[in-house]
C-alpha cells in the first residue's frame, strides 16, 4: 500500500504542475525523497492503460450502487 501511495503522490504532483494548479514542478523532489526512502516509483502501465482501469472500476462501483439504491427502494416498499 505504501509503494501506490509514493507512487501516486509523485504522479499527482506531476499532474498539478502541468494543469497550472501549482507553480513549481515538486515531482522530481519529491521523487528523490521517496526514492532515498526505498520506494520504487517506477509505473509500469501507461496513462491510457491506467484511466481504463479507473474508468471499468469507477462503472462497477456506480453500477453496485445502483443497484443497493433499487434494492433498498423495494425493501421499503417506496412507491416510483
Known sequence: HG????????VE????????LTANDLSIELA????DLG?????RYSAEEIYHYADSVAQIAL?????NVVLLWKKWNCSS
Open 13 to 20: 504532483a506531476r499532474a498539478a504542475y502541468k494543469m497550472g
Open 3 to 10: 509503494q501506490a501511495v509514493a507512487t501516486g503522490m509523485v
Open 63 to 67: 453500477k453496485k450502487y445502483e443497484n
Open 32 to 35: 528523490n525523497i521517496l526514492t
Open 39 to 43: 520506494f520504487d516509483l517506477y509505473v
